[in-house]
């Protein structure tokens, strides 16, 4: 079964720090793999995606992630943090349905980033 | 650019009341999903629809029932609601055949008293 796993629900870090999210996933077959940032009580916004190609894959306000299909992981980074960062982290793994599309998206149960100044 | 419309944004129900949440997809987006997201919870799918066909289902309980218009638009239904629906709930559309990823919008806050 398709599963995702964040194992820090909360990370704190000083601005100026580097960072990495941790997510590893089960899924069966090559995985589409996102990670998506929320606000307190706001929407869910893309930061990244893989697809395929390049495992290293950068995304929206200086994020990067690395697909490692051998350790089943999709760790999120950021080399210098902002304070405009903290926010709550979702990795998510999307699963191909019957129609050989991309389907649902099962999300991990995130991870808590604080920033201290 | 025209993003994922969800109203209302913010809605209070009492206990055994009903609600009806609206999504509004992208523009040519002709796939919509649906997600829970209980407190300090990840978001768990409930239903999807892709040409307003029912195109997979979750946890979606069973006084809960969704549509998608042929407009593409979608609305979900709940009814006889409980505390433990009290939940961030989001839409997100896409359009089946593109390479390209999830749309989300803003979600609905729902609170039953």
């Known amino acids: 079964a398709q599963s995702v796993t964040q194992p820090d629900i909360h990370i704190t870090v000083s601005e100026g720090a580097s960072l990495e999210l941790r997510c590893n996933y089960s899924?069966?077959?090559?995985?589409?793999l996102f990670w998506y940032v929320q606000s307190p009580g706001q929407g869910l916004q893309l930061l990244l995606k893989?697809?395929?190609?390049?495992?290293l894959v950068q995304g929206i306000k200086g994020f990067e992630a690395e697909f490692k299909r051998s350790q089943s992981s999709f760790n999120l980074r950021k080399p210098s943090v902002h304070w405009s960062d903290a926010a709550e982290y979702f990795c998510?793994?999307?699963?191909?349905?019957?129609?050989?599309?991309?389907?649902?998206?099962?999300f991990g149960r995130g991870t808590q980033l604080t920033v201290w100044p | 650019a025209a993003g994922v419309i969800q109203s209302p944004r913010h809605l209070i129900k009492e206990k055994r009341e009903t609600a009806t949440l609206k999504c509004y997809p992208i523009?040519?987006?002709?796939?919509v999903y649906w997600y829970q997201q209980g407190p300090g919870q990840d978001p768990q799918f409930l239903i999807s629809?892709?040409?307003?066909?029912?195109?997979d289902k979750g946890s979606i309980p069973d006084r809960f029932s969704a549509q998608q218009f042929s407009d593409y638009h979608s609305e979900l239904n709940m009814s006889s609601l409980e505390l433990g629906d009290s939940a961030l709930y989001f839409c997100?559309?896409?359009?089946?055949?593109?390479?390209?990823?999830?749309?989300f919008g803003s979600g609905t806050r729902l609170t039953v008293v």
């Open positions: 997100a559309s896409r359009l089946m055949v593109s390479a390209l990823g999830y749309t």
């Open positions: 899924y069966g077959a090559t995985p589409y």
């Open positions: 893989y697809f395929s190609g390049d495992t």
């Open positions: 998510a793994v999307g699963v191909i349905d019957r129609g050989s599309t991309l389907g649902r998206l099962y």
């Open positions: 523009p040519r987006h002709d796939t």
């Open positions: 629809f892709y040409e307003k066909m029912q195109s």
